[in-house]
């Protein structure tokens, strides 16, 4: 039987002890309760030399409920002829037994070797960690921002958290990609795929701008959170190169958090009044992408594999870098559509391009 019902049996006894200790004044004796804690010591003692018989004899269902019979019967009749102080000596050798399991329960653990979680299971506790600690710091950031505005800031966390909360989901839904070429899942998520996250936490704060007014002294602050995503980006696909980690869950993550911060870069600018609403369209391009991949894969349609070419990387630079312009307060309305619209138009025939190479 194990300690873990060992422990339930004896408490199902000592719960009515205490009970009609309670209800009878069973006095707080010492010497009865020194009784009581020796004579469990002792027993378990004598036990203790024929154990492997005992075990045998007590993993019987009916020699358990008999003991708690006679444990309870024997407290009665021992109230009757010693008094209340007999309930003293049998609550108290209850609580020793239940501490000398307590003792031998530590002890064993121990000496246990620990057990080392399976890579999965480090990964969902990793990123459940890191969810809780980008939405505890939201909701702190949330707070700094109503005391800088003088206003409320709940609809700025809750869209902030909306985002993060995709974002995690996209990371959840991958993990089991984080293994490099041919290898092992890894249990750690890496430094890389670390900044492509605290990226995506930017990114969900930037978002946050499109219910807030970014003026007076937060109007550096989208400009800032989206220029430091583009830092970012540049270097933890080149971190993940030079240790050799890239993996299927980094690159997915990238893709996710580039879209989303694309998106929400427009999204802020056009909320600001910097752009007008038709340039969202151009955070919607890789979206549409996607979905008509998806939607001729499903269909079994032919779809042929892209060349690599370094070009794709540039024009989503530069269609990073127009939205750094667009956002930093200095630059006009007029002068931001103009470089969103030269930088989107290449984006967007960038597509166009590798759609047609993937179709043929």
Same mark, same amino acid.
């Given at each position: 039987?194990?300690?873990?019902?060992?422990?339930?049996?004896?408490?199902?006894?000592?719960?009515?002890?205490?009970?009609?200790?309670?209800?009878?004044?069973?006095?707080?004796?010492?010497?009865?309760?020194?009784?009581?804690?020796?004579?469990?010591?002792?027993?378990?003692?004598?036990?203790?030399?024929?154990?492997?018989?005992?075990?045998?004899?007590?993993?019987?269902?009916?020699?358990?409920?008999?003991?708690?019979?006679?444990?309870?019967?024997?407290?009665?009749?021992?109230?009757?002829?010693?008094?209340?102080?007999?309930?003293?000596?049998?609550?108290?050798?209850?609580?020793?037994?239940?501490?000398?399991?307590?003792?031998?329960?530590?002890?064993?653990?121990?000496?246990?070797?620990?057990?080392?979680?399976?890579?999965?299971?480090?990964?969902?506790?990793?990123?459940?960690?890191?969810?809780?600690?980008?939405?505890?710091?939201?909701?702190?950031?949330?707070?700094?921002?109503?005391?800088? #505005? !003088?206003?409320? /800031?709940?609809?700025?966390?809750? &869209? @902030?958290?909306? $985002? %993060?909360?995709?974002? *995690?989901?996209? =990371? +959840?839904?991958?993990?089991?990609?984080?293994?490099?070429?041919?290898?092992?899942?890894?249990?750690?998520?890496?430094?890389?795929?670390?900044?492509?996250?605290?990226?995506?936490?930017?990114?969900?704060?930037?978002?946050?701008?499109?219910?807030?007014?970014?003026?007076?002294?937060?109007?550096?602050?989208?400009?800032?959170?989206?220029?430091?995503?583009?830092?970012?980006?540049?270097?933890?696909?080149?971190?993940?190169?030079?240790?050799?980690?890239?993996?299927?869950?980094?690159?997915?993550?990238?893709?996710?958090?580039?879209? #989303? !911060?694309?998106? /929400?870069?427009?999204?802020?600018? &056009? @909320?600001?009044? $910097? %752009?007008?609403?038709? *340039?969202?369209? =151009? +955070?919607?391009?890789?979206?549409?992408?996607?979905?008509?991949?998806?939607?001729?894969?499903?269909?079994?349609?032919?779809?042929?594999?892209?060349?690599?070419?370094?070009?794709?990387?540039?024009?989503?630079?530069?269609?990073?870098?127009?939205?750094?312009?667009?956002?930093?307060?200095?630059?006009?309305?007029?002068?931001?559509?103009?470089?969103?619209?030269?930088?989107?138009?290449?984006?967007?025939?960038?597509?166009?391009?590798?759609?047609?190479?993937?179709?043929?």
């Amino acid at each position: 039987m194990s300690r873990r019902r060992d422990a339930a049996l004896t408490l199902s006894v000592l719960l009515p002890v205490l009970a009609a200790g309670t209800t009878f004044g069973a006095p707080a004796d010492p010497l009865a309760a020194a009784v009581g804690v020796g004579g469990a010591l002792l027993g378990e003692a004598a036990l203790w030399w024929r154990r492997a018989l005992v075990r045998r004899v007590w993993e019987r269902r009916a020699v358990q409920a008999g003991a708690a019979t006679l444990a309870l019967g024997g407290g009665a009749v021992g109230t009757l002829a010693l008094g209340t102080r007999a309930l003293t000596a049998l609550a108290a050798g209850l609580v020793a037994y239940l501490g000398l399991l307590a003792v031998v329960t530590v002890n064993e653990r121990r000496r246990r070797p620990p057990a080392v979680p399976a890579p999965q299971t480090l990964l969902r506790r990793r990123a459940a960690l890191l969810a809780v600690a980008a939405a505890v710091g939201t909701v702190a950031v949330g707070v700094a921002l109503a005391a800088a #505005l !003088g206003a409320d /800031a709940t609809w700025w966390t809750l &869209v @902030a958290l909306g $985002v %993060l909360g995709a974002e *995690f989901v996209v =990371l +959840g839904r991958n993990l089991d990609g984080n293994r490099p070429v041919g290898g092992a899942l890894r249990g750690r998520l890496g430094a890389a795929n670390a900044l492509t996250l605290a990226r995506g936490v930017l990114m969900a704060w930037l978002a946050g701008f499109v219910v807030v007014p970014w003026e007076g002294a937060v109007a550096p602050v989208p400009v800032a959170l989206y220029a430091t995503g583009v830092v970012l980006d540049a270097v933890d696909g080149t971190l993940a190169r030079r240790v050799g980690l890239v993996t299927a869950l980094g690159t997915r993550l990238d893709g996710a958090v580039d879209g #989303l !911060g694309l998106f /929400a870069g427009l999204a802020v600018a &056009v @909320a600001g009044g $910097v %752009l007008s609403p038709p *340039f969202l369209a =151009l +955070g919607l391009v890789k979206y549409t992408y996607l979905a008509a991949t998806w939607r001729r894969l499903r269909r079994s349609e032919p779809l042929g594999a892209l060349p690599a070419r370094g070009s794709r990387r540039l024009l989503a630079v530069l269609q990073m870098l127009a939205v750094v312009v667009a956002l930093a307060p200095p630059v006009t309305a007029a002068a931001a559509e103009l470089v969103v619209a030269g930088a989107g138009s290449a984006y967007l025939l960038g597509f166009v391009r590798d759609w047609r190479l993937r179709v043929r």
